[in-house]
């Protein structure tokens, strides 16, 4: 039983639509602002999950005490492991780069099937690698860098930028370091040439 003062009162009309032009402007604004950073949040989840890929191939190598390649089919394709039958692929719209120092040359046949070749990342049972890298790009152009330590196994994230930069400051050392020894060389004690310089001195 209802009494007075206490009907049910629902939306108006011109209520609903003020209610929906508002909701609209929120998605026009929010949209471009969510699509700019997707491609971010994508290169962001990829670089973690590989990170953990390759740690678990040291692990695996570790473990089973024999050595686990990394290789990628093809130029920008997916990421294959010699103890995995299927390759990690990259999502869509992010390009990986394999880098090693160990490289395999594929026949003909094996190319267009798929196999992989090119560089190549090594882990060893005793926790060492062969080293090497593995870049991440996005079509915006951000991109991340993996690194695998030659010696220690660890993998490390870093960017294209910093290891540009470090390999210009290592250059610029070694051209310093090659100027001062070209500048003062080092004569070495008791050569043949100090001793023609004493006996060429009058007695």
């Not at 471009?32 to 950073?37: N, S, V, W």
């Not at 130029?75 to 039958?85: I, T, V």
């Not at 780069?97 to 594929?106: F, M, P, Q, R």
Request: hydrophobic content about 35%.
């Amino acid at each position: 039983m209802c009494t007075a003062g206490t009907e049910a009162r629902g939306f108006t009309l011109l209520e609903l639509l003020v209610v929906l032009l508002i909701a609209s402007l929120a998605v026009s604004l929010v949209g471009p602002a969510f699509q700019r950073l997707m491609p971010g949040l994508q290169l962001e989840a990829e670089t973690r999950e590989l990170m953990a890929l390759l740690r678990h191939a040291r692990s695996q190598a570790i473990l089973s005490g024999r050595r686990v390649e990394l290789s990628q089919e093809g130029q920008g394709g997916a990421l294959r492991l010699s103890y995995r039958e299927r390759p990690h692929a990259p999502p869509r719209g992010l390009t990986l780069t394999l880098s090693g120092s160990v490289d395999t040359l594929a026949s003909p046949a094996d190319a267009g099937g798929g196999t992989a070749s090119g560089a190549q990342i090594l882990f060893f049972p005793q926790g060492d690698s062969s080293g090497g890298s593995l870049a991440v790009a996005a079509e915006d152009g951000r991109s991340t860098l993996i690194k695998v330590d030659g010696l220690s196994g660890r993998v490390q994230r870093t960017t294209v930028e910093d290891e540009e930069r470090l390999k210009e400051e290592r250059e610029a050392q070694k051209a310093k370091a090659l100027k001062q020894r070209k500048q003062h060389p080092v004569t070495p004690k008791g050569s043949s040439f100090g001793r023609q310089e004493q006996a060429d001195e009058p007695t």
